[in-house]
Each structure stands twice: as structure tokens, then as C-alpha cells.
């Protein structure tokens, strides 16, 4: 379940990322803005991996967004992906 929230926070890291810079800037340039190999960003917007804590930081000032928005999600509003891991484990009882 764990790779779930990963999938969860590279979904966001990628929406963020588009709509901060209204689908402008490639994983190839956010990678040289962070200092880091494109297949790095390419991998946290997948899940495969998570940004470090000082990586996280940056990566949110960057995107103009706050790190628990990021690693959480914005309060009060699940993913669909978490939407879709409660209805998988919890269906509705007809």
C-alpha cells in the first residue's frame, strides 16, 4: 500500500508542476532547475521513488506550492487515486 501513496504524491509533484507552469516546462527543464537527473524527476511523478526532505523543499518553492500540500494533498480533498484505494478495500454494502 505503501507504493500507492508514492503513485499518490507523483501525481501531484506532475499536476503541480503543469499547472504552475501551465504546461510549459518539461520533466528535462525541471530537472535542471533542481539540480538533479531528468529520469529523477520522471520517477517521483511516477512513484517509483519520493523526493529527499531538502529535495521536497525545494521542489515546493519551486512550484509555488507547500510540502504538505504536496506530500498530503490539499486539505480537505482526497485524490481520486486515494477515492479509488477506499473503494477497492471498502465497498459500498448494497
Known amino acids: 500500500m505503501i507504493?500507492?501513496?508514492?503513485k499518490a504524491m507523483g501525481e501531484r509533484i506532475k499536476t503541480?508542476?503543469?499547472?504552475?507552469?501551465?504546461?510549459?516546462?518539461?520533466?528535462?527543464q525541471m530537472a535542471i532547475?533542481?539540480?538533479?537527473?531528468?529520469?529523477t524527476i520522471q520517477n517521483w511523478e511516477?512513484?517509483?521513488t519520493t523526493p529527499k526532505h531538502l529535495?521536497?523543499?525545494?521542489?515546493a518553492n519551486i512550484l509555488k506550492v507547500s510540502v504538505k500540500d504536496l506530500t498530503y494533498g490539499p486539505?480537505?480533498?482526497?485524490?481520486d487515486s486515494i477515492k479509488e484505494l477506499i473503494k477497492t478495500y471498502f465497498p459500498e454494502e448494497k
Open 3 to 6: 507504493d500507492y501513496f508514492k
Open 16 to 28: 503541480a508542476r503543469e499547472t504552475t507552469f501551465k504546461g510549459t516546462v518539461s520533466q528535462k
Open 33 to 39: 532547475f533542481m539540480n538533479k537527473h531528468w529520469r
Open 46 to 48: 511516477e512513484g517509483k
Open 55 to 59: 529535495d521536497m523543499i525545494k521542489l
Open 75 to 79: 486539505k480537505g480533498k482526497l485524490p
